[in-house]
């Protein structure tokens, strides 16, 4: 079993970062992928960015790319994900997510999910 909890989630004005961070404690995370979803009100979950065990591996969505990174830190067990030049549009609860399979994209390879963290950008 692995435990997930985001933090770092709130209210930024369109073109502000934020970082979110996943800390996991249980199962050590480097046994595991892990990703950070969104879903925005009435939207199916989608994936934002995905990163191997090692970190060595990652995978972002279209949407995302050259505004967001993501990162982690398997010695303390925490995942990062940067987000830079925010738009309304990534307004959404952000969850983080563990997977035995790297670079998976669909929620349904996720077996360990956090309780999500909300990020609202104001135009």
């Known amino acids: 079993q692995v435990q997930l909890v985001e933090s770092g989630g709130g209210l930024v004005q369109a073109g502000g970062s934020l970082r979110l961070s996943c800390a996991a404690s249980?199962?050590?995370?480097?046994?595991?992928?892990m990703g950070w979803f969104r879903q925005a009100p009435g939207k199916e979950r989608d994936i934002v960015a995905t990163i191997s065990p090692s970190g060595s591996t990652i995978r972002y969505a279209d949407s995302v790319k050259g505004r967001f990174i993501i990162s982690r830190d398997n010695p303390k067990n925490t995942m990062y994900l940067q987000m830079n030049r925010l738009t309304p549009e990534d307004t959404a609860v952000y969850y983080c997510?563990?997977?035995?399979?790297?670079?998976?994209?669909?929620?349904?390879?996720?077996?360990?999910w956090g309780q999500g963290t909300q990020v609202t950008v104001s135009s």
């Open positions: 249980g199962r050590p995370s480097s046994n595991y992928a």
């Open positions: 997510a563990a997977a035995r399979t790297i670079l998976a994209t669909v929620p349904s390879a996720y077996a360990y």
